[in-house]
């Protein structure tokens, strides 16, 4: 009886444990969230894992904006003069909200480029919101498809591998846009 009872706390402190990575993936958007899809399925199998990737990939998308939003109320606007950031504030709302639907289509676009860029807008929150579930949904159920189909039909060490080069690729590509943006900076 004793051990059901710190079975289920164990299960219950590593389901808010994963919550609390999924919206930490989902709020930064930069971490590819293929790598938390996969050990959300592994967890809980697909339905529980989809439900813990979508809580996160959607709740996570709104945090984000407001921290986004926060951050660049703060920030020296020197940087927004970047032709990527200025595209985004010069749309209308109605714009904003289409291409924010657009973006998240894509199930491999940096999240956070997209967050941050609408976080420099006029759109309220609720629109974001709106307009991010909407675009998340095919894309995170795609990921879904993807990782699940993985976690089936190959053995472990090859997710593992699989999983590690994901990773690898995008701490690369990563630190090769700091180093890009270093001569961007200097010249502003």
Same mark, same amino acid.
């Given at each position: 009886?004793?051990?059901?009872?710190?079975?289920?706390?164990?299960?219950?402190?590593?389901?808010?444990?994963?919550?609390?990575?999924?919206?930490?993936?989902?709020?930064?958007?930069?971490?590819?969230?293929?790598?938390?899809?996969?050990?959300?399925?592994?967890?809980?199998?697909?339905?529980?894992?989809?439900?813990?990737?979508?809580?996160?990939?959607?709740?996570?998308?709104?945090?984000?904006?407001?921290?986004?939003?926060?951050?660049?109320?703060?920030?020296?606007?020197?940087?927004?003069?970047?032709?990527?950031?200025?595209?985004?504030?010069?749309?209308?709302?109605?714009?904003?909200?289409?291409?924010?639907?657009?973006?998240?289509?894509?199930?491999?676009?940096?999240?956070?480029?997209?967050? #941050?860029?609408?976080? &420099?807008?006029?759109?309220?929150?609720? !629109?974001? =919101?709106?307009? *991010?579930?909407?675009? $998340?949904? @095919?894309?995170?159920?795609?990921?879904?498809?993807?990782?699940?189909?993985?976690?089936?039909?190959?053995?472990?060490?090859?997710?593992? #591998?699989?999983?590690? &080069?994901?990773?690898?690729?995008?701490? !690369?590509? =990563?630190?090769? *846009?700091?180093?890009? $943006?270093? @001569?961007?900076?200097?010249?502003?």
């Amino acid at each position: 009886m004793e051990a059901t009872f710190i079975d289920n706390l164990l299960m219950i402190f590593e389901y808010l444990f994963l919550l609390l990575v999924n919206l930490a993936v989902g709020t930064v958007g930069f971490i590819p969230s293929v790598l938390i899809t996969a050990v959300n399925i592994q967890s809980y199998g697909l339905y529980g894992g989809a439900i813990l990737t979508f809580t996160g990939e959607i709740v996570g998308a709104l945090i984000g904006f407001y921290l986004y939003r926060f951050g660049f109320s703060k920030a020296d606007p020197k940087w927004m003069r970047h032709r990527f950031w200025q595209k985004f504030q010069l749309q209308s709302t109605k714009q904003v909200y289409s291409m924010v639907i657009l973006l998240r289509l894509l199930p491999f676009m940096p999240s956070g480029l997209v967050t #941050a860029g609408a976080a &420099l807008t006029q759109i309220s929150g609720k !629109a974001f =919101w709106f307009a *991010s579930t909407i675009g $998340k949904i @095919p894309a995170v159920i795609l990921e879904l498809a993807a990782v699940y189909g993985v976690t089936q039909i190959a053995p472990k060490n090859v997710q593992y #591998a699989l999983f590690g &080069l994901v990773l690898l690729v995008s701490i !690369a590509l =990563w630190l090769k *846009s700091i180093k890009q $943006k270093k @001569p961007l900076q200097s010249a502003d």
